[in-house]
Nanobody, 116 residues
Framework: QVHLVESGGGTVQPGGSLRLSCAAS????????VTWYRQRPGEERELVAQ????????LYSDPVRGRFTVSRDNTKNMVWLQMVNLKPEDTAVYLC?????????WGQGTQVTVSS
């Protein structure tokens, strides 16, 4: 099973950019689909973006499509979420999840705050 650690969060002004990282340790990372979620206080976790195990396919939620880009490098056990044109409503804790069959791992999350 993999272990995940997110980083790259912070505070930016509206219109700014951030790149989140999800670093994985463990074996077989290239077998795992990775999904970025976000969660605002008092709300349910929301899927943001997903990338397939070998990176051939991606999907995005409607609120972020065209602004966020998910990518991965399995040789480095890394997944990134590039976020541009950030909006205040993007403020949330961002978490990455890796899933392969019955294996399901989560990171601890990284806070993104978009505020002027």
């Amino acid at each position: 099973q993999v272990h995940l650690v997110e980083s790259g969060g912070g505070t930016v002004q509206p219109g700014g950019s951030l790149r989140l990282s999800c670093a994985a340790s463990g074996f077989g990372f290239s077998d795992y689909t990775v999904t970025w979620y976000r969660q605002r206080p008092g709300e349910e976790r929301e899927l943001v973006a997903q990338i397939s195990a070998v990176g051939r396919s991606t999907l995005y939620s409607d609120p972020v499509r065209g602004r966020f880009t998910v990518s991965r490098d399995n040789t480095k056990n890394m997944v990134w979420l590039q976020m541009v044109n950030l909006k205040p409503e993007d403020t949330a804790v961002y978490l990455c999840q890796a899933r392969a069959g019955l294996d399901n791992a989560w990171g601890q999350g990284t806070q993104v705050t978009v505020s002027s």
